[in-house]
């Protein structure tokens, strides 16, 4: 039965904006490489499928590849084995859009670990004083993910504590919004001459909600004039 999950949201590219990845490096992700004549399965996906779009489970999972690349080099042929296994055990296409290796089944997370062979610079969850607790990266991810039930229904873009903006499926078609409200709409407001306080007032928001707003598209099109 198909859920939010599978809803397909972004282009390769737009998605790859929205998570500050090179394009390139998501779309080995989900569909695979060849390189100097041997094939690399997916990361995210069971099998290639030749789509160019990426449904929000994707979407979503790709975020906590993110992590893990912002602090580490990951091993994907590990990884890939991990997630395979993972996938098996919960019965479940997106194990990484679950929030129940993350909250309720860490056991099963540190079996897969050890059976997959992930280094334990990688781990997910590690033993601390006899508990299982989730490593940083892993953390990170998981406070950045609004669940409702097991499933991940909204992404926070950035890691700034107090930050309104999130990115949800049902909301502006998964773009970025504060409060059901474009953050590019803002922007766009303020750029043409709108003050923070009219802003405010105009979209019901709390000038700290406009000032989030703007310091997220700010930061964007900072990032987007630098790769250009």
């Not at 998501?26 to 569909?31: C, G, K, S």
């Not at 779009?53 to 975020?63: L, S």
Request: glycine letters at 6%.
């Amino acid at each position: 039965m198909a859920t939010v999950l599978d809803r397909e949201m972004y282009t390769e590219a737009e998605a790859a904006r929205l998570l500050n990845v090179a394009q390139g490096t998501l779309h080995y992700w989900l569909e695979g490489r060849t390189y100097r004549g041997k094939a690399y399965k997916p990361v995210l996906r069971a099998e290639p499928t030749g789509r160019r779009t990426v449904t929000w489970a994707e979407f979503v999972e790709a975020g906590l590849l993110r992590q893990y690349r912002r602090h580490h080099k990951v091993p994907m042929a590990e990884l890939r084995v991990f997630i395979d296994r993972m996938r098996d055990e919960l019965g479940v296409p997106y194990p990484l859009a679950d929030r129940r290796p993350y909250a309720m089944n860490r056991e099963l997370v540190l079996e897969a670990q050890l059976s997959s062979g992930l280094d334990p610079e990688f781990h997910l969850v590690a033993v601390i004083s006899g508990q299982l607790i989730l490593t940083a990266p892993s953390q990170n991810f998981y406070d950045r993910v609004d669940w409702e039930g097991d499933q991940a229904a909204g992404w926070l873009p950035v890691a700034e504590e107090g930050s309104t903006v999130r990115i949800r499926p049902e909301v502006r078609f998964g773009r970025p919004a504060v409060k059901g409200i474009s953050t590019a709409a803002i922007w766009e407001q303020e750029d043409a001459g709108e003050d923070v306080a009219d802003l405010a007032v105009l979209y019901s928001l709390t000038q700290a909600d406009v000032r989030w707003a703007l310091a997220y598209e700010n930061s964007q099109r900072a990032k987007s004039a630098n790769a250009a």
